[in-house]
C-alpha cells in the first residue's frame, strides 16, 4: 500500500488533573501526543494554520519543530487547515471586496511554512451557511473567484489548495458542491474530501470521488451515524456542538452504525490510482466518554487491517 500514507489531523485532548488539555499545553503533552499517534502507524501531521504560531513559541520555530517530528517517526507536517466559521464586518467571504485580505492573511500563513514541504492549504470555502445566506449562485461565484486567487498564491508557494466542505459550510450540498466547482480553475482549486461531512450534508463521499477524482487532494477519514434530515446546519454558533438533535456527529472509521462506505471509497482510490495522504481525524471524540487515543488506535486498527487489504 505505497501509493497511501496516513496522517493524523490535530484534534486531540486528554484527561488531566487541571481538566481536558491538548498536545499544545506543555512539551511533555506534546511528547506524549506525537509518540502516540507514530505507534499506530500515522507518519503525517494535519494541523490547523493558527497554531503555527504556537508551535513556534514552544520550540524556537517551525523547523526544530519538524526535527522533533522526525526523530519521533513522524515525516513533516501535511496540511495546514483554515476557516472562518462566522462573518464579521470587513471580513466577508463572499463579499468580493475583502478578497484581498483573505488571500492575503492565507498568504501569512503559507509564508510562515515555506521550507517544511507542507502540501495542503486546506480551507472551508464559506461562512456557516446561516452567515452565507442566500446561497445563491451569484454567492457561488463570488466565492469560486477568492478560491482561485487563494488556489494561485497557494501554488506559488508549493501548496494546493483544497476546499474541505462541512455539513454546515455555504456551499454543502451536491449542487452547491457542483456549482462552485464549474466556476474554479481545476489547477489551482482541489476538493479535499470529508468522509463525514459529506453524508451528513446528503452527500455520498464515494461518488463525489468518482465525480472529481482528478481534483482531490487530501482526505478526512472520519465515521459518522446521522444524516442531517431536520436542518441542524443551520445552528449557531456551531452545529457540531450544540445541534438540537444530536449530541456527538463523529466516530471513528469502522464504528458500529457507521454510514461511510469506507471499503467502496478505496476501492474507488485503487481504481483511480491515488497517490497521497489520507488523515485520520476524530473531531470532538471526547464527547459522551469518548477517548482521542481510543478512537485513534481503532481507526488505525481499521485502517491496517481492513482498508489496506483493498488497496495493496
Excluded at 115 to 138: R, S
Aim: glycine share 8%; charged share 20%.
Amino acid at each position: 500500500m505505497s501509493n497511501i500514507k496516513w496522517q493524523y489531523a490535530d484534534h486531540w485532548r486528554t484527561p488531566s488533573p487541571q481538566g481536558p488539555i491538548n498536545q499544545f499545553a506543555s512539551m511533555r503533552e506534546m511528547d506524549r501526543f506525537i509518540k502516540q499517534i507514530a505507534s499506530v502507524g500515522l507518519t503525517g501531521i494535519g494541523m490547523f494554520a493558527w497554531n503555527l504560531g504556537a508551535i513556534s513559541a514552544m520550540f524556537g520555530s517551525l523547523r526544530s519543530y519538524r526535527e522533533f517530528l522526525a526523530d519521533r517517526g513522524i515525516e513533516k507536517i501535511v496540511d495546514l487547515f483554515w476557516c472562518a466559521p462566522q462573518a464579521s464586518p470587513g471580513m466577508e467571504l463572499h463579499n468580493p471586496e475583502h478578497a484581498g485580505r483573505v488571500v492575503g492573511m492565507l498568504e501569512h500563513f503559507v509564508r510562515l511554512a515555506d521550507g517544511l514541504e507542507v502540501e495542503n492549504l486546506v480551507v472551508m470555502p464559506a461562512h456557516c451557511y446561516t452567515d452565507t445566506q442566500p446561497v445563491t449562485a451569484e454567492r457561488i461565484k463570488v466565492l469560486a473567484d477568492v478560491w482561485n486567487r487563494a488556489g494561485r498564491m497557494a501554488a506559488g508557494h508549493g501548496l494546493k489548495l483544497g476546499c474541505h466542505h462541512e455539513f454546515w459550510c455555504g456551499i454543502r450540498s451536491q449542487e452547491e458542491i457542483d456549482l462552485f466547482y464549474a466556476h474554479t480553475d481545476s489547477d489551482f482549486v482541489h476538493l479535499y474530501i470529508d468522509t463525514a461531512q459529506h453524508v451528513i450534508a446528503g452527500v455520498d463521499p464515494v461518488a463525489l470521488y468518482e465525480k472529481y477524482a482528478s481534483r482531490v487532494n487530501g482526505f478526512h477519514f472520519k465515521d459518522t451515524r446521522h444524516v442531517d434530515l431536520v436542518e441542524d446546519y443551520r445552528s449557531l454558533p456551531d452545529p457540531e456542538l450544540v445541534a438540537r438533535t444530536t449530541p456527538r456527529w463523529f466516530y471513528e472509521m469502522g464504528t458500529p452504525g457507521g454510514m461511510v462506505d469506507f471499503p467502496a471509497l478505496m476501492r474507488a482510490l485503487k481504481r483511480h490510482a491515488y497517490q497521497g495522504w489520507i488523515g485520520v481525524e476524530h473531531d470532538k471524540a471526547d464527547i459522551g466518554g469518548g477517548s482521542y487515543p481510543e478512537s485513534t488506535a481503532l481507526a488505525m486498527w481499521y485502517a491496517r487491517n481492513v482498508l489496506s487489504p483493498i488497496y495493496s
